[in-house]
């Protein structure tokens, strides 16, 4: 497609559940972010992929978040046991292939725990 | 480590006023530099971005900014500002030798008439 394309816009779930948050990116764009939006709050680091494998997961806050990309195109966030505080906006980037270039944004992800 | 710096949390400016949002950040070598900008509910747009050469940057929307070594910032301006301007507006800072990008926390812009 044109641009990011993050799915679903927003996610209502109560405690416990799990979700999926799906980020589809720009046609041939080889890296991926995930980032973390709390209110008010400034872009927190999920996860990157490079293709299909993820160099840098550091940012994940605790092992109930997990990321897979699969064909080097869409990826899955997964939240196990959604907590209160796990709800915020979530957001993917795409980025060309090499150290250049920026990263496009899609619309992002409203995720709120009940 | 690497680090991004928006001093201003929240900035009010006057319809057809001037606007400087300033960005320091804190890095090794001069890094990639960038400015977003997000609308409510919106993802985040690039405004303007700066690899090398020209020091003075260009982007859309009538932002430019204009990065200096010797202070580590990289400042937005725009001449004059417009009720749509209004936004959170993000600085980043992106590292040459790898993939790794790291964000400011923000300035919430509102723009009175």
């Known amino acids: 497609g044109a641009g990011v394309s993050q799915s679903p816009s927003n996610k209502v779930t109560e405690k416990g559940k799990d979700v999926e948050l799906r980020c589809d990116p720009i046609?041939?764009?080889?890296?991926l972010y995930w980032y973390r939006q709390s209110l008010g709050q400034g872009l927190e680091f999920l996860i990157y992929?490079?293709?299909?494998?993820?160099?840098?997961k550091s940012g994940l806050p605790s092992d109930r978040f997990s990321a897979e990309r699969t064909g080097g195109s869409v990826s899955t966030l997964t939240i196990q046991r959604t907590q209160q505080e796990d709800s915020a906006v979530y957001l993917c980037?795409?980025?060309?292939?090499?150290?250049?270039?920026?990263?496009?944004f899609g619309e992002g992800s409203r995720l709120t725990v009940l | 480590a690497q680090s991004v710096t928006q001093p201003d949390i929240h900035i009010t400016v006057s319809e057809g006023a001037s606007l400087e949002l300033r960005c320091n950040y804190s890095?090794?070598?001069?890094?990639?530099l960038f400015w977003y900008v997000q609308s409510p509910g919106q993802g985040l747009q690039l405004l303007l971005k700066?690899?090398?050469?020209?020091?003075l940057v260009q982007g859309i929307k009538g932002f430019e900014a204009e990065f200096k070594r010797s202070q580590s910032s990289f400042n937005l301006r725009k001449p004059s500002v417009h009720w749509s301007d209004a936004a959170e507006y993000f600085c980043?800072?992106?590292?040459?030798?790898?993939?790794?990008?790291?964000f400011g926390t923000g300035t919430s812009l509102t723009v009175i008439p």
């Open positions: 980043a800072v992106g590292d040459p030798t790898g993939n790794q990008f790291y």
């Open positions: 992929f490079q293709g299909n494998s993820a160099p840098d």
């Open positions: 980037a795409s980025r060309r292939q090499g150290n250049t270039g920026e990263l496009f």
């Open positions: 890095y090794g070598a001069t890094p990639y």
């Open positions: 700066y690899f090398s050469g020209d020091t």
């Open positions: 046609s041939g764009h080889t890296a």
